[in-house]
């Protein structure tokens, strides 16, 4: 059910790793409810007092919400933004959820160039991406879309490659794999419907202006 | 049974209009068809099919990826149409060259667009729109501007607004700044692409003072009222982006004497996705609905390149959108109304034929029954097909 009310902002926030980090945040400029929570049964927390609405969806469907305007704003990894190829405004960079996106092969079998990978078969949970990149190279790969565990695409003898995004790069190490070229940095970002953008302009725009000043503030105490 | 499989589906991103959704489109059609009419504007019809080539003129060539192509029999290439302005400028400089100028032209048709079907838009939808040739003036901007407003409220709309912008503000202000061709590029398509990020990012690569990113930085940002225009002219530091303000200014002084300009706010970011637009642009939001109902702008250098040098300028709005916003916002459909489900005993075929005609002619919506019926059967009947009255002939 979507809501055709102008008074309620409605935001999206992902599961996972960027919800208590985004749910933190926003608490800083007053945007939060009673109960926000990713473990909630309930999907939909309503602040009635601010007029604000949190819907709690699964990581890769907030783009999807906002394109369709389901949800007003929405917190979102740069790499899923990117993967879903959705039409929406990319607001603001949150700076949290740190992470690349790489390419990454078996140290033991590692090839002198990246040219040398070409019509290889790669392993990703990012196939949009990965082949926007390769295309660039004027290369071609034969594409295998994974869910998780992406590492061991190489391993078991499924691909020869991986594309994925790393934080600290342990489990790489972990699983024999080096990353041979980085395709795309990657932090939370802080997206919008392209027309609230436009509706709600005014209430947009100035949480964008608080959340720029929290932004600030805490880049400076570091 | 196997092969049959398919004799049931339709192509992707194509509909079916059963009979209450197509009679509440053919409603607004209507609407939309009488209210041109009224404004002076005459429709025309173009061909569903045209060669590619004319349709790709003056358009980025990122838009071929998003047509429907085939060949003919000599293997040019052929396209179905993508929207309604580019076959109208071809007609214009063809076959109604010499036609009076300025020239007020209507359409209500099908296009197609091959991408990811979205809300109120799959890949064959309907627009109906209006362009006007031969003008410069601000005033024929303004018309446009008045009767794309009238033409949502004639639907049935009650609550949206259009943001209006002018393409040579923007143009004007990476002007002022001396910005090279790559830089101005780069930081159109982070604007087209609607990434604020990577604007900022771009801004900051670029060897200019903290006053000039801080102006860059704040495109996308420049929405508001009247006194936020008047605010934008400190921004303004050359002629071009001072006269598009000016052209803005002009066509709000003007939008307030047809008394619509509270549905108008401005918005100096505004990016449209055809690249043909060369003055003030325009697009329409309604709550509710994360796409915008209609968009239009001048476009003055289209028609030359189809070798017939004319200023014009129009709009198009989508009927699927403007329907399925009227749903979402419980408001009433213009539809037609179905009146009278006419019955009649057996022997009475004649008197029944008669009475319908009558009916008919005092503009009512008359359904004859095919076979006499006893009253029970008719009510029943009456009632399933939605008819508010029950005429029978004992």
């Given at each position: 059910m979507q809501s055709t009310s102008m008074d309620y902002l409605t935001i999206a926030l992902p599961k996972g790793k960027l919800f208590g980090l985004s749910a933190d945040l926003l608490a800083k400029i007053g945007y939060t409810a009673e109960g926000l929570s990713d473990k909630s049964r309930k999907l939909i927390i309503t602040n009635e007092e601010k007029k604000i609405k949190f819907i709690v969806s699964?990581?890769?469907d907030v783009p999807t919400y906002v394109e369709y305007g389901a949800a007003d704003l929405g917190v979102i990894g740069k790499d899923v933004l990117l993967e879903s190829g959705k039409?929406?405004?990319?607001?603001?960079?949150?700076?949290?959820?740190?992470c690349h996106l790489m390419m990454a092969v078996p140290k033991d079998e590692k090839r002198a160039k990246l040219l040398d990978y070409n019509h290889t078969r790669v392993a990703t949970k990012f196939p949009h991406i990965a082949e926007q990149f390769f295309n660039r190279h004027g290369m071609q790969m034969e594409y295998i879309k994974l869910n998780g565990s992406i590492e061991l695409g190489p391993i078991v003898g499924l691909s020869e490659s991986i594309v994925d995004i790393v934080e600290t790069g342990t489990t790489l190490r972990e699983n024999g794999l080096e990353e041979i070229?980085?395709?795309?940095?990657?932090?939370?970002?802080?997206?919008?419907?392209?027309?609230?953008?436009?509706?709600?302009?005014?209430?947009?725009?100035?949480?964008?202006?608080?959340l720029r000043t929290i932004l600030e503030s805490e880049a400076a105490a570091k | 049974m196997e092969k049959d499989k398919n004799v049931l589906e339709i192509p992707y991103g194509t509909r079916d209009f059963l009979p209450s959704e197509a009679a509440d489109k053919r409603a607004i059609e209507t609407k939309l068809a009488e209210l041109f009419a009224e404004w002076g504007y005459e429709e025309v019809v173009t061909p569903t099919i045209e060669y590619l080539d004319n349709l790709t003129l003056g358009s980025s060539v990122s838009l071929q990826d998003h047509l429907f192509k085939l060949f003919d029999r000599d293997n040019r290439t052929l396209a179905l149409r993508h929207e309604m302005t580019t076959p109208i400028a071809r007609l214009v400089?063809?076959?109604?060259?010499?036609?009076?100028?300025?020239?007020?032209?209507?359409?209500?048709?099908?296009?197609?667009?091959?991408?990811?079907?979205?809300?109120?838009?799959?890949?064959?939808?309907?627009?109906?729109?209006?362009?006007?040739?031969?003008?410069?003036?601000?005033?024929?901007?303004?018309?446009?501007?008045?009767?794309?407003?009238?033409?949502?409220?004639?639907?049935?709309?009650?609550?949206?607004?259009?943001c209006l912008g002018q393409v040579e503000f923007l143009n004007g202000i990476m002007e002022q700044y001396q910005l090279p061709a790559e830089a101005k590029d780069k930081l159109k398509a982070a604007m087209e692409q609607r990434n604020l990020v990577e604007l900022e990012t771009l801004v900051d690569q670029l060897g200019l003072s903290d006053n000039a990113k801080a102006v860059l930085k704040k495109l996308p940002l420049l929405n508001g009222g009247e006194a936020m225009l008047k605010s934008a002219y400190d921004l303004a530091l050359n002629e071009q982006s001072r006269r598009a303000l000016d052209n803005l200014s002009e066509i709000y002084r003007l939008l307030k004497s047809y008394g619509v300009e509270q549905y108008v706010r401005f918005d100096l970011g505004i990016i449209r996705d055809f690249s043909y637009y060369t003055g003030m642009v325009f697009e329409a939001y309604t709550p509710g609905l994360g796409f915008p109902l209609c968009g239009g702008g001048r476009?003055?250098?289209?028609?030359?390149d189809f070798?017939?040098?004319?200023?014009?300028?129009?709009?198009?709005m989508g009927i699927e959108r403007i329907l399925l916003a009227l749903e979402r916002q419980g408001l009433e459909k213009p539809k037609r109304a179905r009146n009278i489900y006419l019955s009649y005993a057996a022997g009475k075929e004649a008197q029944a034929v008669e009475r319908a005609r009558v009916l008919r002619q005092e503009g009512k919506t008359v359904e004859l029954a095919l076979t006499p019926q006893d009253k029970a059967e008719a009510v029943k009947m009456q009632q399933a097909k939605g008819y508010a009255e029950l005429v029978y002939l004992a």
């Open positions: 699964k990581t890769a039409d929406v405004y990319e607001l603001l960079d949150l700076g949290f959820g740190r070229v980085s395709i795309q940095d990657a932090t939370a970002r802080l997206i919008a419907n392209r027309v609230s953008f436009k509706m709600k302009f005014d209430r947009i725009h100035t949480m964008i202006s608080d | 400089s063809s076959r109604l060259k010499d036609y009076p100028l300025p020239m007020k032209l209507s359409y209500i048709s099908s296009v197609f667009r091959q991408e990811q079907t979205q809300m109120g838009r799959q890949c064959e939808f309907h627009q109906a729109g209006v362009e006007l040739m031969g003008s410069t003036s601000a005033f024929a901007d303004a018309e446009i501007l008045a009767l794309a407003i009238q033409g949502l409220l004639r639907s049935g709309l009650k609550d949206f607004q259009i476009y003055d250098h289209l028609l030359s070798g017939n040098a004319c200023p014009a300028t129009g709009f198009g």
